[in-house]
């Protein structure tokens, strides 16, 4: 881009310490027994996710699609603004409890992440891990022009601008702030698309593991989580 | 309260610059000697009643070479806010006195000066610790020679097909076409 | 009454409606509770689709045995309490297993789940279960004093332990139902039938804005809908103990079906005029106002 500082160079060298209760250490117990703790092997399974397949009828994995179009869990983690937008979904006027979506506090219960807004760097640590302790198969929607192009915080030093290039993103709602009709039309969208079986991100992001990782990892200086979230 | 009057009173023995009155509660004014500081402070809060400390916040005069401190002040009864202005060379290690003892909200702003400008304060309670940033490894973003455009270049992929309009431009073509 | 294998079917039958009822009416009360807020609410079938959708999930993480038998101990709860009370009086098929110290057995079950649910929520690991499990312990076991004392008061006053009995008591007319012939213990009783029943203003342990969700925070799939099920069935269960034991029982399908929707909805309506209360709130509640009645019931009796 032509308003490019070419003389500014970002600093590729210096490395984050690991966080100090990340780091090996020895512990000597109460009894005089020395124990080596690797809290990043010992606390985390590091297992790599594996792609699983679909049913083996297709009647019955349209069945199941069915079932799963019908019951949007969304995972109440609002990122940016756009959580704001999210709210009204639930009250009389738009109700979107109609269409069998609701709201679930724990990742573990929830199937569509809804990254709602800009993403810091930060808040992307997070969004990741709540995204990879989601049950399969699960979905993201990114929310507002921020997750696809960077939106108005195209130069900020700490948000990202391309949401598809740390998760796999199912379906963009554009907008700055999408208003909650245009988030109802996008989730109707978004259950066509499980209807037609193609949404698949979840398997996605397991055959490109290595590639999500590399990007994430990028971005994420401390890294002081294990590869896959269990 | 008169801040006329505050600020000749307080000449008398600091060495303070020219004030500004830009609004009827609000003043800004110069400390030059930067030791007198806590000194100061102390006897606002004391005894001219700016009991409060509204926030704590920094400039970068790159330009000048300076880092600029403002310490906001406040005197709720008198309805006045005080705006103290202290200069540092802006070479590094920057470093400057901790305030944390006289208002303990200071704190938080200095873990935020650290941060952002790396203005350290030792003896700060946890002012090394990370407050916004997390994991940051490159020069302090608020500073004037960080380049948050080139950084974001260097670090984010860019999704093809942006383009950026001038508004001015861009309504005007849009609403008187012709011309 | 001796045990004959046609039993078994007819329990199994009686369990199936009962599940499906429950779906429904579950289904139903959420949409009066969305209307009341001016909502459309849920379609009516909308908890099936919830069912099968977590049973149709691919992946499942466990965190143990004992994360596994927690869903599976609160269903058995659920269900041990439908097999072992009588569901229709007068009727061979929904009998189940009812026998002569039933009404012991049932008061176990009411808390069996929750303390199954427990172990379940401690082997996860997860610090809101821990937190959840033990807020929901605290105020369902002060929620049961006075059901306990309730259930002495009518089993001293039928001088018998068999639920059969005491609904054989109270049936021809309606003057002769418990909530009549002793209304202090029925009050008692009521005072646990809302605590326990998991709706506002008691449901701080479970509510999804408080502490994430509590005990089930790390359930999922099939667990979940394990748990489901039995969310649909318990209320269920624990209600018909109350319409045996208080409200004459059922003599057919649709009084059932009509009764278990009046007493349920009572717990609902106190739902949605009330704010939720705090643990320690609720425990404080039902110390100082359900126990006085349940010791005063037992004192008439």
Redesign the interface.
């Known amino acids: 881009m032509k308003d490019m500082d070419k003389s500014f160079r970002k600093d590729t060298e210096t490395e984050f310490p690991l966080r100090e209760e990340m780091r090996p250490r020895t512990v000597t117990a109460p009894d005089g027994q020395v124990i080596e703790i690797d809290p990043l092997r010992d606390y985390f399974c590091e297992e790599a996710p594996k792609v699983?397949r679909k049913s083996y009828s297709a009647i019955v994995e349209g069945?199941?699609n069915w079932?799963?179009a019908?019951?949007l869990w969304i995972l109440?983690f609002g990122t940016g603004c756009g959580a704001i937008e999210m709210r009204p979904l639930m009250?009389?006027r738009f109700?979107a409890?109609?269409y069998?979506i609701?709201?679930?506090?724990?990742p573990?219960?929830a199937?569509l992440l809804i990254i709602s807004g800009y993403l810091s760097v930060k808040t992307l640590k997070r969004a990741i891990r709540a995204y990879e302790q989601m049950?399969?198969?699960k979905f993201v929607v990114g929310l507002g022009s921020c997750t696809i192009n960077g939106g108005m915080y195209w130069d900020s030093y700490n948000t990202i601008k391309r949401l598809d290039d740390y998760l796999p993103v199912d379906l963009y709602i554009a907008g700055c702030m999408p208003r909650p009709e245009a988030l109802l039309a996008g989730l109707m969208e978004l259950k066509k698309i499980i209807r037609r079986g193609e949404a698949e991100g979840a398997n996605k992001y397991a055959e490109n593991f290595d590639w999500y990782k590399a990007n994430q990892k990028s971005v994420i200086k401390d890294w002081d989580m294990p590869d896959y979230s269990? | 309260m008169d801040m006329r009057e505050l600020i000749e009173r307080l000449t008398s023995r600091h060495k303070l610059g020219a004030p500004i009155f830009q609004r009827p509660d609000l003043t800004f004014v110069d400390l030059t000697d930067n030791d007198r500081l806590r000194a100061l402070l102390v006897e606002l809060r004391d005894i001219e009643g700016f009991t409060h400390l509204v926030l704590l916040t920094a400039v970068d005069w790159i330009e000048e070479g300076k880092f600029q401190l403002t310490y906001m002040l406040n005197n709720r009864a008198a309805n006045q806010t005080l705006g103290l202005r202290v200069y540092l060379e802006r070479k590094d290690p920057v470093e400057f006195t901790s305030i944390h003892d006289i208002w303990p909200t200071a704190e938080t702003y200095q873990r935020e000066l650290r941060e952002m400008f790396g203005i350290n304060f030792p003896g700060s309670p946890r002012v090394m610790d990370e407050f916004i940033l997390e994991g940051w490894t490159d020069m302090p973003p608020y500073r004037r020679d960080f380049d948050t455009l080139a950084y974001s270049q260097q670090t984010y992929r860019d999704r093809p097909g942006r383009a950026t309009n001038d508004p001015r431009d861009h309504m005007k073509s849009k609403m008187y076409p012709e011309g | 009454m001796t045990f004959q294998w046609i039993q078994i079917p007819y329990a199994l039958l009686t369990l199936f409606i009962i599940l499906n009822y429950g779906m429904l009416m579950t289904a139903l009360i959420q949409k009066i509770g969305?209307r009341v807020?001016?909502?459309?609410?849920?379609?009516i079938w909308?908890n099936y689709?919830?069912l099968?959708?977590n049973i149709?999930?691919?992946?499942?993480?466990s965190h143990g045995v004992m994360f596994y038998l927690g869903p599976v101990f609160r269903l058995t709860g659920g269900i041990g309490l439908i097999l072992f009370v009588p569901t229709i009086y007068g009727s061979v098929m929904h009998q189940n297993f009812s026998f002569a110290g039933d009404l012991i057995l049932a008061l176990y079950f009411v808390f069996f789940g929750t303390l199954g649910m427990a172990l379940g929520a401690a082997e996860s690991g997860h610090p809101?279960s821990a937190i959840g499990v033990s807020r929901g312990l605290s105020q369902v076991t002060a929620a049961e004093l006075p059901l306990a004392l309730g259930v002495f008061a009518i089993s001293l006053q039928y001088q018998t332990l068999n639920i059969t009995d005491i609904v054989a008591a109270q049936q021809g007319s309606i003057f002769n139902w418990t909530l009549f012939t002793n209304p202090l213990a029925t009050v008692a009783a009521m005072f646990a039938f809302v605590g326990t029943m998991m709706r506002a203003p008691f449901d701080v342990v479970l509510a999804?804005?408080e502490i994430?969700?509590g005990p089930?925070?790390?359930?999922?799939?099939s667990y979940?809908a394990l748990m489901q099920t039995n969310r649909v069935l318990y209320p269920i269960a624990k209600t018909v103990i109350y319409m045996n034991l208080f409200f004459g029982g059922a003599t057919s399908w649709p009084e059932f079906f009509v009764k278990i929707f009046a007493i349920y909805m009572v717990s609902v309506f106190i739902g949605v005029v009330y704010p939720r209360f705090r643990v320690e709130q609720s425990i404080q509640f039902f110390l100082k106002w359900g126990l006085p009645v349940g010791v005063l019931a037992i004192l008439m009796v």
């Not at chain 1, 609701?102 to 724990?106: A, C």
């Not at chain 3, 089930?216 to 799939?221: F, G, K, L, R, V």
């Open positions: 699983h069945f199941y079932a799963r019908n019951s109440g009250t009389p109700d409890y109609r069998g609701q709201w679930r506090p724990t573990r219960q199937n049950q399969q198969p269990w | 969305a807020g001016g909502r459309y609410g849920i379609p909308q689709i919830d099968l959708k149709a999930l691919r992946s499942k993480i809101h999804p804005q994430p969700i089930p925070t790390e359930y999922h799939s979940l």
